[in-house]
């Protein structure tokens, strides 16, 4: 059975962006279900049907949902051990799903104050002091596993994992609002974005025609 993964615009969806890469980049199957956001009450009926948050994304397994991004993730990783989309190691597996758990919690000025809007132009913005401390948390976490795994891949622990899926939509976020950053970050945004799936979700989002007044915060 085809697994199903209902997901939001993918200019604006951050969150609906890392089990979509993970899965793409993994070679996992799965039909998409588009779900338009913030456009009146039978959307937000439509993802109701399928994740009791009221929210995407979501995956469909047969008769069962899964929904938010990491739960997804972690479900697939069960699902298709094959897949890999945890570090083999058992030291490196745990810190991918520390620094993984952390993205998923935490970084909330960073997410508030620098929107994701693939059609905003790349330009700076004044940030809060909050922002950058979220900014220099997430280069000092790419900079370490980059040290630490770089000899065996361009990702974060060597190859492909949860933990870039997981980070995906802060490289966006990073190039979008012009974030300065060091030599090795730029380093691992410029492998992310030469990712084929990264890729294939950006020139999607840009191909979009749907504006959401909302999220286009500056």
Not at 127 to 137: G, K, T
Request: glycine fraction near 6%.
């Amino acid at each position: 059975m085809t697994l199903k993964l209902v997901i939001g615009n993918k200019n604006y969806s951050s969150w609906s962006m890392r089990p979509w890469v993970a899965m793409k980049a993994s070679g996992i199957s799965f039909e998409e279900i588009f779900i338009p956001l913030y456009t009146g009450t039978a959307d937000k009926q439509r993802i109701l049907d399928v994740s009791p948050a009221g929210k995407v994304p979501a995956l469909i397994d047969g008769d069962l949902r899964v929904w938010d991004s990491l739960a997804i993730i972690e479900y697939l990783a069960e699902r298709f051990p094959e897949a890999r989309l945890w570090p083999d190691a058992r030291e490196a597996r745990a810190h991918a799903r520390s620094i993984a758990a952390e993205m998923h919690s935490g970084f909330a000025a960073l997410r508030n104050e620098c929107g994701m809007n693939l059609h905003r132009p790349v330009r700076a913005k004044p940030l809060s002091d909050a922002a950058h401390v979220d900014i220099d948390r997430v280069q000092q976490i790419w900079t370490d596993c980059r040290a630490r795994h770089g000899a065996r891949g361009p990702y974060l622990f060597g190859a492909f994992s949860a933990a870039d899926a997981m980070y995906a939509p802060v490289v966006h976020r990073f190039r979008i609002y012009a974030i300065d950053v060091s030599p090795e970050v730029r380093d691992y945004m410029e492998a992310m974005m030469a990712l084929p799936a990264f890729a294939e979700w950006t020139a999607a989002g840009l191909a979009e025609t749907i504006v959401i007044e909302r999220l286009e915060i500056d």
